[in-house]
Nanobody, 124 residues
Framework: LPKLVESGGTSVQAGGSLRLSCVAS????????LGWFRQAPGTAREGIAG????????WYSDPVKGRFTISQDNANNTWYLQMNSLKSEDTAMYYC?????????????????WGQGTQVTVSS
């Protein structure tokens, strides 16, 4: 399984934007899905964005749809989460994830590898 390292988390004011990055230690072209999850204190980890490696189909959870965009750069084993119009409720630890054969478009299942997380704090 590849090692994943996130970056880009910081404190930002509501309405602002951030771009998170995730770099994989090995070739991600073998992965079926790439994704982003988040976990706020006292809550369960939730999937927020996913993308199929082949075809580029992307999907989002309702709270972030229309504000967040997932993208990939296979040449650099990297994927991104562009976050716009940030809200205080977006405050959480954000994790990138890589999924194999069991992951499915539109679902946040089948993800096998996880990064250590990067903290995003949105102040109102």
């Amino acid at each position: 399984l590849p090692k994943l390292v996130e970056s880009g988390g910081t404190s930002v004011q509501a309405g602002g934007s951030l771009r998170l990055s995730c770099v994989a230690s090995e070739d991600i072209v073998k992965s079926k899905c790439l994704g982003w999850f988040r976990q706020a204190p006292g809550t369960a980890r939730e999937g927020i964005a996913g993308i199929l490696q082949f075809g580029g189909t992307a999907w989002y959870s309702d709270p972030v749809k229309g504000r967040f965009t997932i993208s990939q750069d296979n040449a650099n084993n990297t994927w991104y989460l562009q976050m716009n119009s940030l809200k205080s409720e977006d405050t959480a630890m954000y994790y990138c994830a890589e999924g194999g054969w069991a992951c499915r478009a539109g679902w946040f299942v089948g993800f096998n590898s996880w990064g250590q997380g990067t903290q995003v704090t949105v102040s109102s």
